[in-house]
Each structure stands twice: as structure tokens, then as C-alpha cells.
């Protein structure tokens, strides 16, 4: 005997055969990927990716620099895989200083600043000077053994040979690339592109959350009890839905002021006007059912009714829309940035990216505002694609 597909397995195997959509849906994975590891998969593991080098500032992509690591002197903590995952990061043990020539001179190492330009190599007698043995508290260097003895913190000698201390400092010393260069304080434009990632996923994710919690609640109120009190939320809504979105949006969060959560709160607000008025067309169609009926008729409650036998089937509209207001969150998210008023610097938002780099557009290096522009409509694209899949692989009428 023939076994038949559930409705949400035959939706499923059609959204698979949409192509768009699956390619939607694979870089929404990757984005949540990106996301979940966080700074495990950046060059810059730093809290939000903010390590500034600004003699490397406004690098083109493929960049390369020697880096001398100097130890901070802080006792800092390393983390672990877990504790850099999501919005995790964690100070760096070292500071990086860009050169462009070094040489050792017994316990020490005289070196150049990078400075881009060969030219600007400052004579050797100016080079600038850095202790060698700068990873041990102190140290004394004795001529004739050619050893320099290290004490430690906790009163300790120890005696390694000059050959032996280069090497390890010249282990110090390391070529850098940066894939897409670096903005214009010396950041990874890679790292704040990925650590933005997260942004941007989590605006939409707690935005829609919201709206679906308040736009479902008002519409199932409207549709399931009608009369006067679905005229008086159906007034409301048409008064919000009059209201633009952005000058709503802005309107919220000078009100709250401004910061990352409250553009959570802020766009989650403006959006649920349309999950609304779905869910109520879905109850006005399904309270009429004999199902609901039958409900009516074994004294079940109102609330159980709505939220138990009419909500699970209007979910198909709602998750559609969910997607198109992922998209519309995404946006308003990166366009309140801009404009100064969503998340606020060092944080990677990609609307401040932009608005940082906007001025390079008319320059050689305009990638610097073109890469998070193009993260964003990727991003979006992936979410309207998949939005549409799932509005056709829903469509009962065409599921068989």
C-alpha cells in the first residue's frame, strides 16, 4: 500500500525544486553559520571586529604587511571555541604594530613603521626601538656567554642563547593579508562584513518575533470576535498603516534613544501592522468552518478555539510574510544606521559601514561602502527569494 505525503512534506519537496529559493535558502544558512561561529571564523576575534591599525588604513583587497606582535603586558584570558561563538570575542594578547624593515641588534630590534611607500624608510640611526625579550618581564644580556637571562615574575632565572630569543621573536614577526583590505581606521573590512552578519540576523530575527507576537494577537482578536471590536482594531490598524515606516521607525527610537536593542523593539513595531491584517482575513475565512463550529458546539473557549484549532491553519500566510518581513527588517535596520540612529560605531552594523565609507564612492576605493551594500542585497535577495518560494510551495491549491 502506498504511503501518501503529508501536505508539509509535498510543500517541502516542492520548495526544494525551486531553484531561486534554494538558492535563498542556502545562503541564509551560511549567513546563520557565519553567525553561530562567529569570531572563531574572523581574522579579527576582537569584540565586534574593532581592532583599528591606522597606519594600514584604506588598504586595497589582497593586502599584505609585516606584523610585529608586542605583548600588551595585560593578563588577559584566552577563550575558547564557546566563548567566541555569536556576538563572543576577546581582547588580544598582543599589539600589532605594521613594519616595513627590522633588524636585530643584540636584545633588541630596530624597525620601520609601515609606511606604504619604500621611500619613506627612515634612515637606520632613527629607526624606532623595541626590547627583543619584551615577552618576559625583565632581562639582563650577558656579552661574553651571548645569553640573555629572563626573570620571571615569580623571581626565577632562566638563560637562553641570543640565536634561540631571535627566533622566537622572529616567530613574532608575520606576513598579514587582508582578503578585502581594510576600512578607513585600519580594520578588517572581512571580519567587520562577517561580525555585521550577525547584526543584521538578529535585528530580523527578534523584529519579526515581535511583530508576529502583537500582529498575530490583534488579528486573531479581530477576525474570531468581529463586529465592534474588529472595527475598532481594524481603525487602529488603518491609522498605523497610514504612518511611513522609516518615520515611524525614527520616531520609536528617539523615543527609546538610541542602541542596538531598541531597534529591535522599534522595528518589531512598525512591521506587525501587515501580520495583522493577514491573520485577520485568515479568521474571518476560518471561524465560519464546520471545525470551528464543532469547537463552538463542545463549549471550548474563545482563547483555545483562536489560538488552537484556527491559528495552526493560518500559519501558511503568516510564514510567508514572516520571510518578506525579514527582508523589510534587514533594510530598515541598515538604513537606521545610516542615518545615525540604529547601532551605533564600533558596532559592525552595515548601514554604519556605509555610512563611513559613502564618501570613497567617488574614489578608487569605493568596495569600502560597495561590500556591506552588497551584503545587504544579498542578504535580502536570499530572503525575497525564499519568501516567494515558500508562498508557491504553500499554495494548497497546487500541492498534489
Same mark, same amino acid.
Given at each position: ?10 510543500a517541502?519537496?516542492? /520548495?526544494?525544486? &525551486? ?8 545562503v541564509?544558512?551560511? =549567513? ?6 562567529? =569570531? +572563531? ?20 583587497p ?5 606584523m610585529?606582535?608586542?605583548? &600588551? ?18 581582547? &588580544?594578547?598582543y ?14 630590534? /630596530?624597525?620601520n ?6 621611500? +619613506?624608510?627612515?634612515?637606520?640611526q632613527?629607526?624606532?626601538?623595541v626590547?627583543a625579550?619584551? $615577552?618576559?618581564?625583565?632581562? +639582563? ?12 615574575e615569580?623571581?626565577?632565572n ?5 640565536q ?11 606576513t ?21 552578519? #550577525? ?15 502583537? %500582529? ?5 482578536? $479581530? ?8 472595527? !475598532? ?6 491609522v498605523?498603516?497610514? #504612518? ?10 528617539? /523615543? ?19 501580520? $495583522?491584517?493577514?491573520?485577520? %482575513? ?11 463550529? $464543532?469547537?463552538?458546539?463542545?463549549g471550548?473557549k ?8 484556527i491559528?495552526? +491553519? ?8 514572516s ?6 527588517? !534587514? ?27 559613502y564618501?570613497y ?7 569600502? =561602502? ?9 542578504l535580502?535577495?536570499a ?10 510551495? /504553500? ?6
Open positions: 500500500m502506498l504511503k501518501s505525503k503529508s501536505p508539509g512534506a509535498l517541502f519537496t516542492k /520548495l526544494l525544486k &525551486n531553484k531561486p529559493a534554494v538558492f535563498g535558502l542556502v541564509i544558512l551560511l =549567513a546563520i553559520l557565519t553567525a553561530i561561529l562567529g =569570531a +572563531n571564523i574572523r581574522k579579527d576575534k576582537t569584540l565586534m571586529a574593532k581592532e583599528m591599525l591606522l597606519p594600514i588604513a584604506a588598504q586595497k589582497g593586502f599584505e604587511v609585516k610585529l606582535k608586542v605583548l &600588551n603586558g595585560k593578563t588577559i584570558n584566552e577563550k575558547n571555541f564557546f566563548n567566541l561563538l555569536f556576538f563572543g570575542g576577546r581582547e &588580544n594578547l599589539k600589532y604594530i605594521p613594519i616595513s624593515k627590522y633588524r636585530f641588534v643584540g636584545d633588541e630590534i /630596530l624597525y613603521d609601515y609606511s606604504g611607500d619604500p621611500k +619613506n624608510l627612515m634612515p637606520e632613527k629607526m624606532k626601538m626590547t625579550v619584551y $615577552a618576559i618581564a625583565k632581562s +639582563n644580556y650577558d656579552e661574553k656567554s651571548k645569553e640573555i637571562s629572563f626573570i620571571h615569580n623571581g626565577k632562566k638563560s637562553i642563547r641570543q634561540e630569543i631571535i627566533k622566537i621573536i622572529e616567530s613574532n614577526i608575520q598579514e593579508t587582508y582578503l578585502l583590505g581594510t576600512d578607513k581606521y585600519g580594520r578588517d573590512l572581512l571580519s567587520r562584513l562577517l561580525a555585521g552578519t #550577525i547584526i543584521s540576523l538578529s535585528v530580523g530575527l527578534i523584529a519579526v518575533f515581535i511583530s508576529l507576537l502583537v %500582529g498575530v494577537f490583534m488579528g486573531a482578536v $479581530a477576525g474570531y470576535y468581529g463586529g465592534r471590536v474588529d472595527a !475598532i482594531i481594524t481603525w487602529f490598524i488603518n498605523i498603516w497610514s #504612518i511611513p515606516t522609516l518615520l515611524l521607525v525614527i520616531s520609536i527610537t528617539l /523615543l527609546l534613544g538610541k542602541g542596538f536593542s531598541q531597534i529591535f523593539i522599534a522595528v518589531g513595531l512598525t512591521m506587525w501592522v501587515e501580520v $495583522a491584517r493577514i491573520t485577520r %482575513g485568515q479568521f474571518l475565512s476560518l471561524r465560519e468552518k464546520e471545525f470551528v463550529e $464543532a469547537a463552538r458546539a463542545l471550548y474563545p482563547f483555545r478555539i483562536i489560538f488552537k484549532h491559528l495552526p +491553519n493560518a500559519w501558511s500566510p503568516l510564514i510567508v510574510i520571510a518578506s518581513n525579514f527582508a523589510n527588517a !534587514i533594510l530598515i535596520e541598515a538604513g537606521l544606521s545610516f542615518l545615525g540612529v540604529g547601532a551605533q560605531p564600533p558596532m559592525p552594523s552595515w548601514g554604519n559601514m556605509i555610512k563611513e565609507h564618501g564612492i567617488v574614489l578608487d576605493k569605493a568596495y569600502l =561602502a560597495l561590500a556591506p551594500g552588497c551584503a545587504i542585497m544579498l535580502v535577495l530572503f525575497t527569494l525564499l519568501g516567494n518560494g515558500l508562498r508557491d510551495a /504553500l499554495d494548497t491549491r497546487s500541492i498534489n
